[in-house]
């Protein structure tokens, strides 16, 4: 067996324009910014392009990765309006640092008549954003997503040069929101989903050994968070005297909203420059346009779905990525990594909200692996988001 064992660091300033998607999954992804698609040959094949496990030697591949993320402060500088007194209001505030370790394992299987067969868990999308200062804390005291993937996934070879696979997705994923409006209202919401499916298709046409053209596309899943909605609302929104800003009224009741995780297409090119050096160009689309609104459901609580369950429109947009990699063999023992990408925001400006601030990003990366032994490698990579 060949066994890759690969620790991954990444981190994220301000911008990270993927929203809460998170494309890169294994240190090689991660050291490539994303451009590992048409070149993937190891495990982690298994989850990027899983046509490529019929081109793989026939042995079996596995990685386990650990990233970690950092997310600094954000600093926001402006005002915001009131809807208490009606008017702008200073809005000068920075949000909490945030810091996530997520693994990853990828495993590619020994052919088995003519078909591969491998199985990621990945972790493709979440984050999280807090604020403890008013106006923020209005709309995002707390926004947290968490995500989990089982993708078992299977490929056949075609002929010598054409590869097909195809794979079944399972997400489980389970998150929090805490909003608060002193004496308007708050809102502290937990809850998960069931295990949600999906599907990923993959191609891959290798030219010759140095020249390969690859897609793959991974299907659109909604999650839906269920679970329960318990905090307070003020009086005052129903008598709008002034009086009864002291009032309160508690509730607690069953809740759900439903967060879309994108369809993506992805299109790649890699081609061997040299024996050593390998060059991925790699065009992403995401169909983020699907995310409309986001919508809180209170079932049994007609105050609470009046005040907090109105639809909050995001129609976010479609986003273009671009990313290039370069994968180069020092030595039989040592490889080097550089990536470079761009990466469009997908929300609109005039939907910008203290939940998810968002910008267009340029993405640099690097990382290296060493060879331990024939079975066992090791790895480091970095990614920063501009």
Known sequence: MKKVLAITAAASVLSFGAAYKLPEQSARSVALSGAYVAGADHADAAYFNPANMSFMPNDSFFEFSLTGIYLPKITFTGQVYSPQTKQFEPANARSKKEGFLVPHLHWVGKEYKGLRFGLSIVTPGGLSKRWTTQPQIWSAEEF????????????????DKVAIAAGVRALYSDGKVRVHFPHLYKEDLDGDTDFKWGYNLALAYRIDPTFTLAATYRSKISLQEVGSAKGYLGKYLLSKNPQDLTTLIPYYTKANVAVPLPATLTLAAALWMSENTRV?????????????????????????EAVLGQPKAKN???????????????????????????????????????????????????????????NLSFGISYLYRL
């Open 280 to 304: 991925e160009f790699t065009y992403e689309r995401t169909y983020w346009s699907k995310y409309k609104n986001l919508d809180f459901n209170f079932y049994n609580n007609q105050f609470a």
């Open 144 to 159: 947290t997503l968490r995500i989990a993937e089982i993708n078992p996934s299977v490929s056949y070879k075609i002929t």
């Open 316 to 374: 976010w947009k479609d986003t273009n990525t671009f990313r290039v990699g370069i994968t180069h063999k020092n030595s039989p023992k040592f490889t080097t990594m550089y990536g470079l990408a761009y990466d469009e925001t997908p929300v609109p400006t005039n939907r910008v909200g203290f939940e998810l601030p968002d910008a267009d990003a340029i993405i640099l990366s690097l990382g290296a692996l060493y060879n331990h032994t024939q």
